[in-house]
């Protein structure tokens, strides 16, 4: 990956460079609630042909890109969103529930919580656990102006967490 000290632009494009010899992938640009921002997505992201660009917003700013408006889901819906599928992730109803109200109900926390759980090999009751002792720290590491919920930003810093650690060994 790119060095520390590197320039923005060589570390854009050591992404873009990845994302072109890369097949299969999802980025999420997250939190695109400008029209700066969503245009800076649009313009540094649009080469994609060997994945997916998911750009998740509060405001409408897409112009050509389809759009789709998710609400959150009620707590079963959730909990069967974590239990139902391929890959079906070990756990109880009520643990289900458990971790959908700490993720608020949100599509984009659920979606990436069941995505962690079946890369990293864990439960429902293993991942939320260690959701709740990150999310202990996450508090200290909230940039200034952050506006998106915390459960989205504690699914994220713990997928980020393993991913490192995976990467060094």
């Known amino acids: 990956g790119p060095e520390a000290g590197v320039g923005r632009e060589a570390q854009l494009e050591h992404s873009r460079s990845w994302l072109r010899r890369h097949k299969e992938w999802l980025l999420v640009a997250d939190n695109v609630d400008s029209r700066d921002a969503f245009n800076h997505v649009k313009e540094h992201l649009r080469e994609r042909a060997g994945g997916w660009l998911l750009i998740t917003s509060r405001t409408r700013h897409a112009g050509d890109i389809q759009t789709v408006d998710v609400d959150k889901l009620s707590e079963n819906e959730a909990a069967d969103f974590l239990l139902e599928g391929e890959g079906q992730n070990n756990g109880t109803r009520e643990e289900a529930k458990a971790l959908a109200r700490d993720l608020d109900c949100l599509f984009i926390g659920l979606a990436h919580a069941r995505a962690a759980m079946l890369t990293f090999g864990e439960d429902i009751a293993t991942y939320h ?41």
């Open 129 to 169: 656990r260690q959701l709740r002792e990150d999310a202990k720290t996450a508090i200290e590491r909230i940039p200034d102006g952050w506006k998106h919920p915390h459960p989205v930003l504690h699914t994220w810093l713990r997928s980020y967490r393993e991913l490192s650690l995976n990467s060094q060994r």
